[in-house]
């Protein structure tokens, strides 16, 4: 294989895993911290690709622009969830286990009526709009604009959250709810809180992305799921729990599904289920769990 | 003796089975259908709590075996006669389910239905490739059947399978297999080979499940992966099971009937709404019926004996 | 014959040496204490009596047959129980439920369902908690959940019973009330191993010791033996 074609792999499968890397930590932080799988991660990104699509098609807006409207509006959608349901269902459940259950259920139901909205609200044709699309010579290959573009703000989201991470007060009681959620109460911080903010930076992640996607791919109400698998996937691959994990895990995917591309299209799907499948088999705890 | 509860609560048994029989000679066509999807979900629920209820482990792969009764009908429904494809599909699905619970059932709680999810729609993406890319199909078709021989194929799997269930529960095993929900620490100390158990219950409960899909196989005229493996089939029955009562097999079969009714309501008035109506109802169910109708009844009497006191008091 | 018998017991958790080289026996009918400051390896040791994890090396033997690295519920069979640290009952089970699981999958021959169920009554009121049958195990008070596990390990017909650290958690009345129950179990012929925190009620109640220390067994013998090893007097008054 030429260096250049084993360059064009690498660097087509970093863009989509940046993306995928994004949605990743989104979910992880849902499930590390709030400790709820949510299924319906991938019905964010698709609102957030329809924010995107709706702002562009009725007033023009720059996609790019728009991330600061669709970013929020999905992060306030997904605090308030976890405030009226999550919350309440952790309350009302007798164990650790039971909530996981519970919340994996009621998710289930979230994504159905996400869904149900989306189609009623956008029907279900299929949306798209054309921006950046002109390709552009990088590295001696050529990429279409905006998948350079969406992965240079992925990075720049990522860099953006890391910071917040690590320098903000906030970011550290986060982290603290990570490791331990109850130390971390006994600490001083305000839990409840916490999980909500978790919850909705998580939906905050997967709204931007999707905005971001809405530039290179078809917008519809049932474009989410697939992301959902594959976040799960990174997630359960870089270890549950594990934040830096889950960012790996999603760049190891974004990899592996352009290989598989070059080698079969059709069995994207099947390799990434077959891969999680495997993994949950041989290593449940995944590449950095602990 | 004669008169006694057990003896009665047998004979009001003995009357609706006969009752069910009768249906397809005075009832509606409409009728017959209707409660043979009842039967259907039913089965699948009663099943799925089979092994699900007192272990714990939310399986969500039941539509992976449902779609494999399915396919074994489609395939094999020229060539055999309907009792042996009807088993044909629920031997496969037994088969498929001890080489799951072999490799899967060491994986704890969360893990564990995740991994059936992931396994469910495997097999669905894995099928369409197969048909698509080797056998040149799409779809298939199926063999066409009187729904009045499917209605009593339904009644007898329903039947059979609430007579298994019953009797597991009762036996040493059901009381070992609320053990190991318990503690599979404890159970395994004290003699219960807890792998073996859960492995063949998990695998028993998928036989009716196969079943049952081999034998509404018909009611498609054509059938694909994605209308076989739907994953709707893998939670419907847990949702069914909460919100009958999961601790009961009377509460599994009536969460079963009442939601299948209602689904039926819904889609014929509510086509559009028909998804985000079922969202919401599950996440009621989940919220504010842990215990489900069957529970009810008892959260209504300790409700309204709270109330009595407060009565009282003032 | 002895009734159980290690050699060369060694358990490797990746790098950590929970035993290095154990060698044990014990003989029928004799109540054995084993000892230890916390991490020594003791609960490990139980963990390979009785199947829970596997020995990186070395045999046990039971009755002569060697056991080493069989399923729990097969050694349970073979006519060993035991007790757990932090007790594992089926919480949302009855009492009688509990107790009846261990007479119907235990023993390693079978008996009538009545005969197993009447042999079960009969324990419950042995331990003193027949009152209590119908009951959840869970809303059962510590000291009578530890009887309850007691008598479901018994019901399994052992010949040696494993006691985890049976009087953690008890008050000194409850203390003797446990020491009174252990006596009876030992005069149904049933060997036992307990591992023990409480000195004055292993001194009181063993017939032998066996001193373990970062994996290894420093010293064995009779109560008034060991209370005067000097070794042993350095490790838990430390020097």
């Known amino acids: 294989m030429s260096p250049l074609l084993f360059l064009d792999i690498l660097i087509g499968g970093l863009m989509m895993g940046g993306l995928y890397a994004l949605i990743a930590v989104g979910l992880s932080l849902q499930y590390g911290v709030a400790r709820v799988l949510n299924v319906s991660h991938g019905e964010f990104i698709m609102l957030g690709a329809f924010a995107t699509y709706s702002l562009y098609i009725l007033f023009g807006i720059n996609p790019l622009l728009s991330l600061v409207v669709s970013g929020p509006i999905v992060f306030i959608i997904g605090f308030l969830i976890h405030r009226t349901l999550f919350k309440r269902l952790r309350r009302l459940s007798q164990s650790l286990d039971a909530f996981e259950g519970s919340s994996l259920l009621a998710s289930f139901g979230l994504l159905f009526i996400i869904q149900n909205v989306a189609l009623l609200i956008w029907g279900s044709n299929v949306k798209g709009y054309s921006y950046l699309s002109k390709p552009v010579n990088f590295f001696g290959a050529v990429y279409a604009a905006n998948r350079l573009v969406a992965l240079l703000f992925a990075i720049l989201i990522g860099i953006v959250f890391y910071f917040f991470l690590m320098r903000t007060r906030m970011g550290k009681a986060i982290r603290a709810a990570a490791q331990d959620v109850t130390t971390a109460q006994l600490m001083g911080v305000n839990i409840h809180w916490v999980l909500g903010l978790c919850f909705g930076f998580g939906a905050l992640l997967a709204g931007l992305a999707g905005s971001l996607t809405s530039m290179m791919f078809d917008v519809t109400p049932l474009m989410g799921f697939?992301?959902?698998?594959?976040?799960?996937?990174?997630?359960?691959?870089?270890?549950?729990?594990?934040?830096?994990?889950?960012?790996?895990?999603?760049?190891?995917?974004?990899?592996?599904?352009?290989?598989?591309?070059?080698i079969h299209p059709g069995l994207s799907l099947i390799a990434y289920y077959l891969i999680f499948l495997l993994l949950l088999?041989?290593?449940?705890t995944g590449i950095l769990g602990k | 003796m004669i008169h006694s509860a057990k003896f009665l609560r047998l004979l009001s048994v003995l009357i609706l089975i006969i009752l069910f029989a009768l249906v397809p000679r005075y009832a509606r066509p409409y009728t017959i259908i209707s409660l043979t999807?009842?039967?259907?979900?039913?089965?699948?629920?009663?099943?799925?709590?089979?092994?699900?209820?007192?272990?714990?482990?939310?399986?969500?792969?039941?539509?992976?075996?449902?779609?494999?009764?399915?396919?074994?009908a489609a395939i094999l429904g020229q060539k055999l006669p309907l009792p042996l494809v009807i088993f044909s599909g629920g031997f496969i699905s037994f088969l498929l389910a001890l080489l799951v619970g072999l490799s899967?059932?060491?994986?704890?709680?969360?893990?564990?239905?995740?991994?059936?999810?992931?396994?469910?729609?495997?097999?669905?993406?894995f099928i369409q490739w197969w048909e698509v890319n080797e056998t040149g199909t799409v779809g298939r078709w199926v063999i066409q059947v009187d729904p009045k021989v499917v209605y009593f194929a339904m009644l007898s799997i329903v039947l059979m399978t609430l007579v298994v269930a019953y009797f597991i529960k009762r036996s040493k095993f059901g009381l070992a297999i609320r053990g190991i929900g318990e503690s599979e620490e404890a159970a395994d100390h004290i003699g219960i080979n807890v792998n073996a158990m859960k492995i063949i219950t998990f695998a028993i409960s998928t036989f009716f499940m196969g079943a049952a899909g081999a034998t509404m196989a018909?009611?498609?005229?054509?059938?694909?992966?994605?209308?076989?493996?739907?994953?709707?089939?893998?939670?419907?029955?847990?949702?069914?099971?909460?919100?009958?009562?999961?601790?009961?097999?009377f509460g599994q079969a009536l969460g079963a009937t009442v939601l299948t009714l209602l689904a039926d309501m819904l889609l014929t008035k509510f086509p559009y709404y028909y998804m985000l109506l079922y969202g919401v109802i599950l996440i009621i169910v989940i919220l504010f019926l842990p215990n489900g109708l069957v529970g009810l009844k008892h959260e209504i009497k300790l409700w309204l004996r709270g109330m009595r006191q407060r009565y009282e008091n003032t | 014959m002895r009734i159980l018998e290690g050699k060369g017991i060694i358990k490797n958790f990746g790098g950590l040496t929970a035993l290095a080289s154990v060698d044990f026996h014990i003989e029928p009918g004799e109540i054995l204490g084993l000892i230890g400051p916390n991490g020594a390896g003791k609960t490990t040791l139980f963990n390979l009596i009785s199947g829970s994890l596997v020995p990186t090396s070395g045999t046990i033997k039971f009755k002569g047959e060697n056991i080493t690295g069989l399923k729990p519920h097969r050694i349970c069979r073979k006519g060993i129980?035991?007790?757990?640290?932090?007790?594992k009952l089926f919480g949302n089970m009855t009492v009688l439920e509990n107790i009846l699981l261990g007479?119907?999958?235990?023993?390693?021959?079978?008996s009538p369902r009545s005969h197993t169920k009447k042999a079960c009554l009969d324990l419950l009121e042995f331990v003193g908690l027949s009152e209590m049958k119908e009951n959840l195990a869970k809303d059962l008070t510590i000291v009578n959940q530890k009887r309850l596990e007691a008598a479901r390990a018994l019901a399994t017909k052992p010949e040696l019973l494993l006691l985890d650290e049976f009087m953690a958690g008890l008050n000194p009345t409850e203390v003797a009330l446990a020491i009174e129950l252990i006596k009876k179990i030992r005069n149904l012929g049933v060997t036992i191993i307990m591992i023990e925190h409480v000195m004055k009620v292993i001194m009181d109640v063993s017939d032998r010791i066996v001193v373990l220390h970062h994996g290894e067994k420093i010293a064995e013998g009779t109560p008034e033996e060991i209370a005067a090893d000097q070794m042993v007097i350095d490790v838990y008054l430390g020097t």
């Open chain 1, 281 to 284: 088999l041989i290593k449940p």
């Open chain 2, 104 to 125: 899967s059932l060491r994986l704890r709680g969360m893990y564990f239905t995740i991994f059936t999810f992931g396994l469910s729609e495997l097999i669905r993406h």
């Open chain 1, 226 to 262: 697939p992301y959902t698998i594959i976040a799960i996937i990174a997630v359960v691959l870089g270890g549950l729990g594990n934040i830096l994990g889950s960012l790996i895990g999603g760049l190891i995917l974004g990899l592996i599904g352009n290989i598989v591309m070059y």
């Open chain 3, 81 to 87: 129980a035991r007790t757990f640290q932090l007790v």
């Open chain 3, 103 to 110: 007479g119907l999958f235990g023993p390693s021959t079978g």
């Open chain 2, 218 to 249: 018909t009611r498609w005229t054509y059938i694909d992966p994605s209308i076989a493996f739907n994953p709707l089939y893998s939670f419907t029955p847990v949702l069914m099971a909460i919100f009958g009562g999961m601790g009961q097999i």
């Open chain 2, 37 to 72: 999807s009842i039967f259907m979900y039913i089965v699948l629920t009663v099943s799925w709590a089979l092994f699900s209820g007192p272990t714990h482990y939310i399986s969500l792969a039941s539509a992976a075996f449902f779609g494999i009764g399915i396919y074994a």
